[in-house]
């Protein structure tokens, strides 16, 4: 399974919509695991498939008594609700001061994450500095994605906080990989492609991930806004390059769960990068090999929010998408 975490260096890019996007149109069965330490959002976009608003007791918040012990996958999925469209998430917390009292959840649930068989995992982490709460997520993520916007601010964050991530978090040389995904008007309107120069430039070794449209109407979708053919919508559009760039880097393309990347059909440089992977993630999960079967598996609706989005059907059942918080 693969772990990609997603973040923002200040203000609201648009890391939650994007996360929910990810979640949605990935091409394996995701979990969507709200771990913004400010107080999670995504419980309070879209109800859950049968129409009534998410338990945001249940969760992070629930796990929390579990988490002074240990975390197994199956409890994260024990855990989780099935959002409208088919997402199945972990709620989030609800403040800043149930995530400072929760450490032992954080780490506990790292390992629980990295340690997951049956589903991949897309974290939102939030905003994160080095001493989030939550930290320890992105540290046992394969990829850690940053969402900026290209304006002189945003992108003077993020390229800060892209530089503390890899001083903390790869000094031993087994941290996640480190990529950006734009959100702006077009790939190429002057500030995206002046972002993009600036961090190649300063930070060659994080990865342009992609452009994420800037769209309101596409970014509705995930907020329990009705709109006709979302897959025709800018953002909806523009994510799928992401996805598939994400998911190619993490392994997660053209894999069942459990199955390595391959390694024979691709480029030396690509054999190198997946093996590389696989070190790194064998790594951090030393010591935890053992399977997790998956808990009661909820029952998906009859269109999930993947395929309206996509226009084909997806092996998955998660949802969600983004540009805007």
Do not use: I
Request: charged residues 20%.
């Amino acid at each position: 399974m693969a772990v990609v975490a997603l973040m923002s260096a200040k203000g609201a890019p648009g890391c939650t919509t994007a996360a929910q996007l990810l979640a949605a149109l990935w091409p394996r069965p995701a979990l969507l695991v709200d771990a913004d330490a400010a107080g999670g959002d995504v419980a309070l976009r879209l109800p859950r498939e049968d129409g009534a608003a998410v338990d945001r007791d249940r969760g992070l918040l629930s796990l929390l008594s579990l988490a002074r012990r240990s975390l197994s996958p199956t409890a994260l999925v024990e855990h989780a609700q099935v959002l409208r469209g088919g997402t199945e998430l972990v709620a989030g917390l609800s403040s800043p001061e149930q995530a400072q009292a929760g450490q032992a959840l954080w780490d506990n649930l790292a390992h629980a994450l990295a340690a997951a068989r049956d589903h991949d995992v897309v974290v939102d982490c939030g905003r994160l500095t080095a001493g989030s709460p939550q930290l320890s997520l992105a540290e046992r993520a394969d990829l850690l994605v940053c969402v900026l916007r290209p304006d002189v601010s945003g992108l003077v964050h993020a390229r800060e906080r892209l530089g503390t991530m890899q001083e903390v978090l790869q000094a031993g040389g087994s941290g996640p990989l480190l990529g950006y995904v734009v959100v702006g008007r077009g790939a190429g309107d002057r500030d995206v492609v002046g972002a993009r120069a600036m961090l190649e430039r300063d930070l060659p070794k994080v990865r342009f991930l992609g452009l994420l449209a800037d769209d309101r109407e596409g970014a509705g979708v995930l907020a329990g806004v009705e709109v006709p053919r979302p897959e025709r919508t800018l953002l909806v559009r523009s994510a799928h390059a992401v996805v598939d760039e994400v998911a190619r880097l993490v392994g997660a393309a053209g894999q069942p769960l459990g199955g390595t990347p391959p390694v024979g059909g691709g480029s030396a440089a690509a054999a190198a990068e997946a093996e590389a992977l696989g070190a790194r993630r064998a790594a951090r999960q030393r010591g935890s090999r053992r399977r997790f079967g998956k808990g009661a598996a909820p029952v998906a609706p009859v269109v999930p929010l993947g395929e309206r989005l996509s226009g084909t059907p997806v092996l998955k059942s998660s949802s969600s998408t983004g540009a805007g918080s």
